[in-house]
């Protein structure tokens, strides 16, 4: 029998519109956890990013959330993760601004579930290198496997890798049709026989958000006889004293692209981490709340991917993260020659954004992504 770890990643953007959030929370959370809670004898791991929680903390039926978590909790079904509070990308973010944005992830955790530490470590978008990798201070992280030769658990210094199946991962995420637990399982017996541990980490928003579908599969997994569902903890006392030592951990991502390119490559996308670099340095030394806050949000990962257009495209929203950067400065005690500079750049930004937005330049791109979709699809299991 097979040891399965579900590694569920709850997350929404910081400037995420509220209605949005709660529709989410109605269609996905709320039935995911309902239907997590029926099971028996199984272990989920769960990240459930700050981002979120802050956002649930205004919203009505978020009380049934936080309760059905803390009763998992409490009965060893359901493991938490820490992670960063805003999503950044680890490896592009500057070091104050991710530390202090696990911190307080930590402390958010603390407050709303009671959570006072987590062993474990989910990387927003799994992107990790081994700069960042050394500095987590976590007994485990989440990883592709793509970190690492070997999988799904290896040990790097102190810490454990928990390396999700790349191939895995991509089904649950692109699979086109009904994904039936039954047929997932036997391909993954025939291609991994010799594996008894899987990692399959995944959003939690595939599971009755994106594919309504999703809920069903995942209902299916945790009840079959062929595999045992297990919390990271669990499998490292498993498999822990088996893991292959490491000397290197790889820059990775789930995004299966050399050098985080699906966050990178684009000339806006360069010239938003120009900016927020530029909006950082200002506000490096700032002990203002408000400005760390906007700062903070403004790194999250979703807006360099907004501006991939591989596919995704959203100017607005782009816009939201660039608007926390620019109202950092505006609320920082700067001088008029360091406002004005960053009121100048915030405009050229702008402006090159909308320009590409009103181009040809994004219909391409979309036909670009549709090329490479289907190679894709194509390359998937007939499940």
Same mark, same amino acid.
């Given at each position: 029998?097979?040891?399965? #770890? ?17 529709? $989410?929370?109605? +269609? =996905? ?56 509070? %805003?999503? &950044? ?12 944005? #696990? ?14 530490? =987590? ?8 992107? *990790? ?16 496997? @793509?970190?690492?030769?070997? +999988? ?16 895995? *991962? ?17 391909? @993954?017996?025939?291609? %991994? ?52 030592? #490491?000397?290197? #951990? ?28 530029? =909006? +950082? ?9 408000? $400005? ?29 993260? *660039? ?13 008029? !020659? ?27 791109? %979309?036909?670009?992504? !549709?090329? $490479? ?7 998937? &299991?007939?499940?």
């Amino acid at each position: 029998m097979k040891h399965f #770890v579900l590694v569920l990643h709850f997350y929404q953007p910081p400037t995420q519109n509220l209605a949005t959030t709660q529709a $989410v929370l109605k +269609s =996905c959370y709320l039935p995911l956890l309902r239907m997590l809670d029926l099971k028996k004898d199984v272990g989920v791991t769960l990240n459930l990013s700050g981002s979120l929680l802050e956002q649930l903390e205004l919203l009505e039926g978020a009380i049934e959330f936080f309760s059905l978590t803390k009763k998992m909790m409490h009965e060893g079904k359901v493991e938490l993760l820490n992670s960063s509070m %805003y999503h &950044p990308l680890l490896p592009l973010t500057p070091e104050k601004i991710w530390r202090r944005q #696990v911190l307080k992830n930590k402390e958010i955790l603390k407050r709303l579930l009671g959570v006072e530490g =987590c062993s474990g470590f989910f990387p927003p978008e799994l992107a *990790i290198d081994q700069e960042h990798f050394d500095q987590l201070s976590a007994k485990y992280v989440i990883v592709h496997e @793509t970190a690492v030769k070997q +999988s799904p658990i290896a040990q790097f210094h102190n810490t454990f890798l928990l390396a999700g199946k790349a191939e895995l *991962i991509e089904i649950c995420r692109s699979f086109p049709g009904e994904l039936k637990a039954a047929s997932f399982l036997q391909y @993954t017996a025939a291609k %991994y026989p010799n594996e008894d541990l899987i990692i399959l980490p995944n959003d939690a928003e595939l599971f009755g958000h994106h594919y309504m579908e999703r809920l069903t599969f995942l209902s299916q997994l945790l009840d079959s006889e062929e595999i045992n569902c297990i919390t990271a903890s669990q499998a490292i006392s498993i498999y822990g004293k088996s893991a292959k030592k #490491v000397d290197t #951990v790889q820059l990775s991502s789930w995004q299966n692209r050399p050098n985080l390119h699906l966050w990178t490559e684009k000339k806006l996308q360069q010239n938003l981490l120009s900016f927020a670099r530029f =909006c +950082s340095e200002l506000g490096a030394k700032s002990e203002n709340a408000l $400005v760390q806050k906007l700062l903070d949000q403004g790194w999250s990962s979703c807006y360099l991917y907004w501006l991939s257009n591989f596919p995704w495209w959203h100017p607005d929203l782009v816009m939201s993260g *660039i608007e926390c950067l620019i109202r950092s400065v505006r609320a920082s005690d700067l001088s008029f !020659d360091q406002k004005n500079e960053s009121e100048l750049l915030f405009s050229q930004l702008s402006y090159q954004i909308w320009q590409y937005h009103w181009s040809a330049q994004v219909e391409i791109g %979309y036909h670009q992504y !549709d090329e $490479v979709r289907e190679k894709t699809l194509m390359s998937l &299991p007939h499940l």
